[in-house]
């Protein structure tokens, strides 16, 4: 185990709602990244936090959004829920920000919406 | 920008099969190149890694050589087992440059994955 969890596992929401998921980092880990991964697909980038501030972004609408904790916690926020927003969402706690850091992985939450 | 493309799937397979699952990629820069496996219920595990041209990554029995001419990242296994049946992932990461808070940040870059099969 990575010592990433997260939660809830499993999560139905309905289009157009709002939705908050929760990662506890790895102790001792500063930098939280979260992914989408579409049933079938491999997971895709949504954005990464480092010391309690947004560090990188990937190709994700402004409803997604962020936050991280003191304790480096991270929560992913999800506003007007969409049809294709259902998918695994992934989070990743590192030692650092930097390309080469190692990612632990937590066993996502799936949210499937309606 | 930078894609990963992985052999179609599913592969099925019997013990003690020889397995290669192909992989390349597309990059501006210089990437560092990983194998991720995901069982079934169960978050990305890092498989191996290589982060220059000619490493090879190896970890339980599975290796992959970073060749940079054919720009692939093959990962082969001489022996498969049950335990193995997992999807496996392919992904690159690159230097992304300094974000607004003056730090570098990296992201990994998945291929689509491919769902291996073993029977006994």
């Known amino acids: 185990e990575t010592g990433v969890t997260q939660s809830p596992t499993h999560l139905i929401k309905t289009r157009g709602q709002q939705v908050t998921l929760r990662c506890s980092s790895q102790?001792?880990?500063?930098?939280v990244s979260w992914y989408q991964q579409a049933l079938g697909q491999g997971p895709q980038f949504i954005f990464q936090?480092?010391?309690?501030?947004?560090?990188g972004r990937g190709n994700f609408p402004p409803r997604f959004s962020g936050l991280q904790f003191p304790n480096y916690s991270s929560e992913l926020n999800v506003n007007a829920l969409e049809l294709d927003d259902s998918a695994l969402y992934l989070c990743?706690?590192?030692?650092?920000?930097?390309?080469?850091?190692?990612?632990?992985f937590g066993s996502g939450t799936q949210l499937s919406v309606l | 920008g930078d894609s990963v493309t992985q052999m179609e799937g599913p592969v099925t397979l019997s013990e003690e099969a020889f397995l290669t699952i192909n992989c390349t990629y597309t990059?501006?820069?210089?990437?560092?190149l990983f194998w991720y496996v995901q069982y079934p219920g169960e978050g990305l595990q890092l498989l191996l890694k290589?982060?220059?041209?000619?490493d090879k990554g190896s970890n339980k029995g599975f290796e992959a050589t970073y060749r940079k001419e054919t720009t692939s990242f093959h990962l082969e296994k001489g022996s498969v087992q049950v335990s193995d049946s997992a999807v496996y992932f392919c992904?690159?990461?690159?230097?992304?440059?300094?974000?607004?808070?003056?730090?570098?940040?990296?992201?990994?870059?998945f291929g689509q994955g491919t769902i291996l099969t073993v029977h006994p």
């Open positions: 290589a982060t220059k041209a000619d």
């Open positions: 990743a706690s590192s030692l650092g920000p930097a390309t080469n850091e190692k990612l632990f």
């Open positions: 992904a690159l990461s690159c230097y992304r440059g300094e974000y607004a808070g003056g730090t570098s940040y990296g992201k990994l870059t």
């Open positions: 102790s001792g880990h500063n930098t």
């Open positions: 990059a501006t820069g210089y990437p560092s």
């Open positions: 936090y480092y010391r309690e501030e947004e560090n």
